[in-house]
């Protein structure tokens, strides 16, 4: 067994501008999707959300607001799964309701090392 | 007034264990056969004295004065307690304590008792019947034959739980707040699955099976009372057993055959128990910790509604959810899938379904085969088959034939 990391990227500045309903909805997607991960026992880690916005640091002190104001993209949050193979670490992400509002599931193998 | 023969088994069931407990806890953990032979002794005297002379005004406070004079004569007369044992104890119970039979010192023994019983160094088989043994006071034969086990293995398993206790030395007491959280997980679980071993186990009606539901629920009652353990999980712990307990009445028929869920008269669901859960969800609902009781409590409090709403099924399914990302169990997969059906579809639920693939299970099938009856009979029939050859209690076997059946009858 393997640990893959799925980490969501979406503009998730778009999601202020849903309605509760639709929200809620979406919020249902994401349990149900989860739940259908965690009910096939692959689930490693349900993970997090990220709040929107942040800081990055870099050398000499320099300090910046996060790297995404140009991106579309911004990662929203992160699981973990755990499988045999990259394939089935694809086909769980298949399911996944970050599509619905254009976004995306990056897989990473987490190395063991 | 009762007859000494009505009343006796009576009083050992509910005074034998509180007995057992004061003595233990005043002796330590190494003495708990003195501790048991002393509140065996005692009951004998009782049975002896009572069919004489009448039973007392006061059964159980006369037990508890009989119990302290064997108390007092075994230290007395005892050459090797003199010897060995007292140097021992004497650091933890002073010679001439007190032995304390008054309520709280009952309830507080009897709370120790439960943590040592629990304690992690026991398998949790054992800590059940450990847990029978000595705090409810059925005896070995009794928990055999409601185990369907042999007497021996009942009696062993208990032997070594007892020996393990003493290696470890474990105290006989309520431990510090430090550690308490922790040990509160481990008394929780089995006091969680004396519970269930009563409610889910199929092997037979015994009547001690019910017994271990309303035992369980003593028990984590006793938790509640005192309140450095009255914790919402423990609140949560009970509001679960109290939601499953109130369908009681309903599940089983005149014939002892158990009843399904969907097929039951609701008009025999306990209301006041009903009442009761959702007086101890409300306490469970503080603090910031979600734990799996809160979650089954919640489910459970569902299925007190009876009938189908949409409503109802998807807080169940959300609830299923969230226990299977705090914890996976097949039960909970299962159920989870069963859950789907009734909130998301039952097309989207045989999906989800076909994925969990818990091939020795035969749950597993039964539920593949509900989900396929109407919509494909012939895979909900290869699956009851499955089922079918897959269970191994009788009582199992019977009720997936009763499928297979009205599934032959249709087609």
Known sequence: MKDFLFLYRADYSAYAKRSPEELQSITKKWMDWIGSIAAQNKLADPGNRLENGGRVVKPNNVVTDGPYCEIKESLGGYSLVRVDTIEEAVALAKGCPVYTIGGSVEVREISKM | MRSATELIPRLFRTEYSKIVAVLCAHFGIDHIETAEDIASDTFLTATELWGLKGVPENPAAWLYTVAKNKTKNHLKRNTLFAEKIAPEIKQTAPLNAEID???????????????????????????????????????????????????????????????????????????????????????????????????????????????????????????????????????????????????????????????????????????????????????????????????????????????????????????????????????????????????????????????????????????????????????????????????????????????????????
């Not at chain 2, 014939?255 to 409300?282: H, M, P, R």
Request: aromatic letters at 8%.
């Open chain 2, 101 to 411: 039979l008054s309520e709280t010192g009952i309830a507080d023994s009897v709370l120790a008792m439960i943590f040592t019983i629990c304690d992690p160094v026991i398998a949790t088989e054992a800590q059940i019947a450990l847990a029978l043994n000595l705090l409810c006071g059925f005896g070995v034969q009794e928990i055999a034959t409601a185990f369907l086990t042999g007497k021996d293995t009942i009696y062993k398993r208990i032997q070594r739980a007892k020996e393990k206790l003493r290696e470890a030395k474990i105290d006989i007491a309520i431990p510090g707040a430090d550690i308490l959280p922790r040990r509160m997980e481990s008394v929780l679980i089995t006091l969680y699955l004396l519970f269930n071993e009563g409610y889910y186990s199929v092997s037979g009606e015994h009547p001690l099976k019910k017994e271990c539901c309303s035992e369980a629920m003593r028990l984590t009652l006793l938790l509640l009372e005192n309140e450095r353990t009255n914790l919402p999980a423990a609140n949560a712990l009970m509001a679960l057993m109290c939601f499953h307990a109130s369908r009681f009445e309903a599940r089983t028929n005149q014939t002892e055959d158990l009843v399904l869920y969907n097929d039951q008269d609701v008009s025999l669901w306990d209301q006041a128990l009903i009442e009761k859960g959702c007086f101890y969800l409300n306490q469970a609902a503080q603090g910031p910790l979600l734990t799996k009781y809160h979650l089954e409590a919640g489910i459970a409090y569902w299925h007190t509604h009876p009938g189908d709403s949409r409503e109802k099924w998807e807080a169940i399914l959300q609830l299923y959810n969230q226990l299977l990302i705090l914890e996976y169990s097949p039960v909970a997969a299962l159920n989870r899938t069963f859950a789907l059906a009734k909130a998301n579809g039952v097309e989207a639920a045989i999906v989800e379904a076909e994925k969990l693939q818990l091939l020795n299970n035969h749950f597993y099938f039964v539920l593949l085969g509900t989900l396929y009856s109407g919509k494909d009979d012939k895979k909900a029939l290869t699956a009851f088959e499955q089922a079918y050859t897959l269970a191994q209690s009788a009582a199992d076997k019977q009720l997936i034939q009763k499928k297979i059946d009205q599934l032959a009858a249709q087609n």
